[in-house]
């Protein structure tokens, strides 16, 4: 049942890319599904599109699409956002803000829910991630609704988070309580078309004049007039890959633990260490001392099983 589908996958069928997402948006055969993927070539570049409701998250995300296929790389959107659920009505709506792209195959849109609501998607979204990177998308676009803090756990999945912020009406800063301001790496100041941008921009720089560490970039940005949409797609390429780091790291340390423990097995019969063994037994090295005269003999061995 699903072999044909996976087949079908990886003969680049976007059809077979749908029906797989909505089983693994579903919670189910993720695991049969993820073993049958074949391997990424090259990591996509996940950026995350987040804010509070209506403040145009689709609309910017479907410029962004634009900007991203003038750069000629292909770009696949997960819109995880309750307000535009594949079912409700808003879905035309959205298919307006976010031109569908049917003729081009550098360009894949599809909207997600779950039965569960957002919590349960957010539970599928690294199966998800890798469904959509494993068929070769370059860059990945998640429109997901900001709800303060409890970001952190997307913020671990993407490369970049983009947060969207718009002139607020009344003087409460409904973003600065929520903790948004902590999970961007870009804040995209939207709808920098209507008038009280100057007083935003004046807010959202105060508030990250107060925080300590290295501040995210800050962009006026307009779906409406286009203003700052070339200049957005820039910022957040300029940003490392941020899980292809910890990929690299998370490698490293498994290849250092596989190389001490055969380093290890070469080296605990040998009369260094034996006589080291012996001295911490009975008490005439302390620990920390063994430990790190084991270290060293570790590394002085011969590299001769590399
Ligand atoms: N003035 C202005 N309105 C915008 C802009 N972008 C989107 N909107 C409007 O904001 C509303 C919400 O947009 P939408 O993209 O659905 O927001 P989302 O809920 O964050 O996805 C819609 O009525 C859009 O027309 C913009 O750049 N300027
Ligand atoms: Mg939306």
Redesign the pocket.
């Known amino acids: 049942m699903l072999a044909p589908l996976l087949e079908r996958f990886r003969q680049r069928d976007r059809l077979a890319l749908a029906r797989l997402l909505s089983l693994v948006a579903r919670g189910e055969q993720t695991e049969e599904i993820l073993a049958g993927l074949p391997t990424t070539a090259k990591p996509a570049r996940v950026v995350s599109i987040t804010?509070p409701?209506?403040?145009?998250?689709?609309?910017?995300t479907g410029k962004l699409i634009a900007e991203i296929r003038r750069h000629h790389l292909s770009v696949a959107v997960l819109a995880c956002?309750p307000?535009?659920p594949l079912s409700g009505g808003a879905l035309l709506?959205?298919r307006f803000?976010m031109p569908a792209h049917p003729d081009d195959d550098g360009v894949f849109i599809r909207s997600l829910a779950a039965a569960g609501g957002q919590g349960a998607l957010a539970a599928h979204l690294p199966a998800l991630l890798q469904l959509v990177e494993s068929f070769g998308f370059e860059v990945i676009l998640l429109?997901t609704v900001g709800a303060g803090q409890g970001d952190t756990a997307v913020r671990a999945l993407v490369d970049v988070v983009v947060l969207?912020l718009q002139p607020e009406t009344g003087d409460e800063l409904q973003w600065e309580k929520a903790g948004l301001l902590e999970v961007a790496d870009v804040i995209a100041l939207?709808?920098?078309?209507?008038p009280g941008i100057d007083r935003a921009e004046a807010q959202v720089l105060a508030a990250l004049g107060l925080s300590a560490g290295p501040t995210p970039p800050v962009l006026r940005v307009?779906?409406?007039?286009g203003q700052g949409i070339a200049d957005l797609w820039q910022a957040i390429r300029a940003l490392p890959l941020r899980r292809g780091l910890r990929r690299d790291a998370d490698e490293l340390f498994r290849l250092t633990r596989e190389w001490l423990a055969v380093r290890f097995a070469a080296v605990r019969a040998t009369p260094p260490c034996t006589a080291l063994l012996d001295r911490w037994r009975t008490g005439q090295v302390r620990t920390e001392a063994a430990v790190r005269e084991l270290l060293r003999l570790l590394s002085d061995s011969p590299l001769d099983h590399d």
């Open positions: 804010g409701g209506g403040v145009g998250k689709s609309s910017l956002d307000q535009s709506g959205d803000r429109e969207l939207h709808k920098a078309d209507l307009s779906s409406r007039t």
